[in-house]
């Protein structure tokens, strides 16, 4: 299993228990590709999954969000969670 997959899974599972049904899957437009999104009502998810995340990955995943509210309004809802799953997270990222 592609540890997108697994987040998928994962994400879904948490949302559940804190009393959220989002489907996540992936979303991917002219100009952004995610491979963590989902929404449901007010919320979206949106994020990243790697095996190994530094704090560019932080930048990549808000820099995302705004193309989103740019250019697909209609993507996004008013709560938006950000969302990074990893194996691995790198120093510069813990450390931040």
Request: hydrophobic share 40%.
């Amino acid at each position: 299993m592609e540890i997108e997959e697994e987040a998928r899974i994962i994400i879904s599972h948490r949302l559940k228990e804190m009393g959220y049904n989002i489907k996540v899957s992936s979303l991917i437009l002219p100009d952004v590709e995610l491979n963590i999104y989902g929404v449901s009502d007010d919320i979206c998810i949106v994020g990243e999954a790697t095996v190994r995340a530094s704090l560019n990955l932080i930048d990549e995943v808000d820099e995302n969000v705004e193309r989103l509210r740019r250019s697909y309004p209609d993507k996004i809802r008013s709560k938006v969670i950000k969302v990074i799953y990893t194996s691995l997270a790198m120093p510069d990222l813990i450390e931040s």
